[in-house]
């Protein structure tokens, strides 16, 4: 009886190793996986094709007026279609702007695509020529949204 048992074990054993080992079966364990892992990586692909292509606009403005940016801002970004306004990061203008442009726009690790500084009252774009035009529309509406809140500010109250 003990040989029987002995040898029925080592029969399953041997059918169980066949089984399980073979390729069919481990594609059909495993096969599920696959889409799941193809999702993740073209999703991966995706996510840094998306941080590659982020927009990023250097502002350089005072304390005052990059509040006043800041504000304007705030109140346009939830109207507009997403991805209209670029990323502004407001930086404080530390002597000539033409220079520091220039210096931001080199800086490959920063990624900035354009410059907006004011000088005498007006305010200047500064960048690669696509860049720019792709850019004005979106920095003109943000200039005017502040003209007219300052507008509105300097009004005076209803009576």
């Known amino acids: 009886m003990r040989e029987l048992l002995r040898q029925s074990l080592v029969i399953a054993r041997r059918d169980f190793t066949a089984t399980v080992f073979s390729r069919s079966f481990l594609l059909f364990i495993v096969g599920p996986l696959f889409p799941i892992l193809f999702g993740a990586m073209f999703a991966m692909i995706g996510v840094r094709a998306e941080e590659r292509e982020r927009e990023i606009v250097a502002v350089l403005a005072d304390p005052a007026g990059a509040a006043e940016l800041r504000a304007a801002e705030a109140r346009l970004r939830p109207n507009l ?5 670029p990323e502004l990061r407001y ?10 442009a220039a210096a931001l726009l080199g800086d490959a690790r920063e990624g900035y695509r354009a410059v907006l500084s ?8 500064v960048g690669a020529k696509g860049d720019v035009e792709r850019f004005n529309k979106p920095a003109r509406l943000l200039l005017d949204e502040r003209a007219q809140l300052a507008a509105r500010a300097a009004a005076p109250p209803p009576l």
């Open 81 to 85: 279609p997403r991805g209209l306004l």
């Open 91 to 100: 930086l404080p203008p530390r002597g000539d702007a033409t220079v520091q």
């Open 118 to 125: 004011f000088a005498g009252g007006r305010a200047f774009l």
